[in-house]
């Protein structure tokens, strides 16, 4: 009896599955007009003046919308990008075997993508604002869930075309922001920003990828005839298959990484509120995970201060995270009650904005006098310290240099700006007797100013007790000699290696 039930349970599940079969051909595949979809998915991807006209209109509203920071003008450029249409047609084609096809969506895509991309990267460098904004960040590290996003999109851009529904195709193509990335990386070329360009096209191919290999799936199921054999679509199977298991590996592995920082930052974030009481607040955490140890600055408002803190918690991090933290913590006294740490944390934050803006004016008087963008500034607020490699000036001397120097230090008295110049010929050293005259100590510290800004050694040429004088004049104010030969006078004082 057992086996004459299980008999009837396998043809019943039969009777069901050829059921849903048939519903599926005749209620569903028959109904749908494949001709007339795929006579107007070729119509998109001929490469047309309008097809390229409004690819570069997109890349270019991306790109600002992106330098300044602005979501409504990033959605802007989704909205009229036309390479959802070719994209899915490369889905259509292989579905369809048709390689003719095939090759036209393919030309009109990477054609499009690099003048979006050659576009992008003009109007940075053509743009003052360089910065890596947090739109411009949020394109940079693809994951697994980038994937799932370009999936669930590709079926439903695939099934809206299929079915006539192209206004939800709007729809999708914000989902996907097919266009965003391609301007990211227009931003990473400009920039020579390898993190940002190498992130950015990740994020685009898997899109692409994702889309048209799901369009190529959807197309099948609603029964897209093919020339292909039944050997060459079990391979094109298969193919589909392993490219999208492909694309799973490292952005699962992105994905890894990013959900360890989001735990990291919240265990962070408990260790070191638990050092204190329950007044306490911790104020603002900077996290570094890219270095090594893992840097993390922490401000915390605290009834009564804590000097083990930095300590205990700095083990105790190293301990839950597996890693080596160095951890620097910022303790502020502040009263008893909520209120008060409120307040402090108010201060703090007001301070923060403060400190920010200092660097940004320090920052940009650095810039001007360099001759360079601002994004070449290198600025440690922390430690109040700005640096700078100036550009090379016709007829500018290393005098004119340090003097541009102490120009823009004079506009932030609190901070150490330093100013690299090029290793432009240096003075001669004149002699008064047995001592450097005035011209000749001015040169001694001109030279011991620009090598400890460029890093590289002097070479001494003169008479042997004036070059005895200078070498111990520049080593005591910081400099390397690394080499010292007899001459005629004037003393002469060269590069021991030209770094210009």
Not at 466 to 495: F, H, K, M, N, Y
Request: charged share 20%; proline share 5%; net charge neutral.
């Amino acid at each position: 009896m057992p086996e004459v039930k299980r008999v009837s349970n396998d043809l019943d599940f039969a009777r069901v599955v050829l059921s849903l079969r048939k519903w599926w051909r005749d209620d569903v595949v028959a109904t749908v007009n494949q001709e007339g979809i795929v006579e107007l998915r070729r119509e998109e991807a001929d490469l047309s003046a309008r097809f390229l006209f409004m690819t570069m209109m997109s890349a270019g509203i991306a790109i600002l919308g992106l330098i300044q920071s602005s979501p409504a003008v990033v959605i802007g450029a989704m909205l009229i990008a036309p390479l959802m249409g070719p994209i899915i047609g490369l889905g259509f084609a292989m579905a369809s075997g048709d390689y003719v096809w095939l090759r036209k969506c393919a030309r009109s895509v990477a054609i499009g993508s690099l003048l979006a991309v050659i576009l992008c990267a003009v109007i940075v460098f053509l743009s003052p604002l360089k910065t890596v904004t947090a739109e411009l960040a949020a394109r940079t590290r693809p994951n697994l869930f980038d994937l799932f996003v370009a999936l669930f999109s590709g079926m439903a851009g695939a099934y809206a075309l299929i079915r006539g529904r192209e206004g939800a195709v709007v729809g999708v193509a914000i989902a996907t922001a097919l266009m965003p990335p391609l301007a990211t990386v227009g931003f990473g070329l400009a920039t020579l920003n390898w993190t940002v360009f190498s992130g950015a096209l990740m994020l685009f191919v898997t899109n692409l990828v994702a889309i048209a290999l799901t369009a190529a799936v959807m197309a099948r199921l609603y029964g897209f005839t093919t020339d292909l054999s039944e050997k060459h679509s079990r391979w094109q199977n298969i193919l589909i298959l392993t490219t999208l298991i492909g694309l799973a590996i490292p952005l699962g592995l992105s994905l890894s990484t990013i959900a360890f920082e989001a735990q990291a930052s919240r265990q962070i974030n408990s260790t070191i509120a638990d050092q204190f009481g329950a007044n306490s607040r911790v104020s603002a955490v900077e996290i570094a995970y890219d270095t090594t140890p893992i840097r993390v600055d922490a401000t915390v408002l605290t009834p009564s201060l804590n000097p083990e803190a930095e300590r205990e918690a700095e083990e105790r991090l190293g301990r839950r995270l597996g890693r080596e933290v160095d951890l620097t913590l910022t303790q502020y006294q502040v009263g008893t009650s909520q209120s008060a740490a409120e307040r402090q944390q108010l201060a703090n934050a007001r301070r923060r904005e403060e400190a920010a803006a200092e660097a940004g004016r320090v920052s940009l008087a650095l810039a001007l006098v360099a001759g360079v963008d601002e994004a070449d500034v290198l600025v440690d607020r922390q430690r109040r310290r700005a640096l700078v490699k100036a550009r090379p000036l016709s007829g500018a001397t290393l005098a004119a240099y340090r003097d541009l120097e102490e120009r823009a230090a004079a506009q932030a008295p609190e901070w150490t700006v330093e100013l690299v110049p090029p290793a432009r010929p240096l003075p001669l050293v004149a002699f008064d007797g047995e001592a450097p005259d005035a011209a000749g100590e001015d040169a001694i510290a001109l030279a011991a100013w620009a090598a400890s800004r460029i890093g590289v050694p002097l070479t001494l040429s003169g008479p042997p007790a004036e070059t005895d004088v200078v070498a111990q004049q520049l080593r005591a104010q910081g400099a390397r000699v690394s080499a010292v030969s007899a001459g005629p006078a004037p003393l002469r004082i060269s590069w021991g290696s030209v770094a210009e």
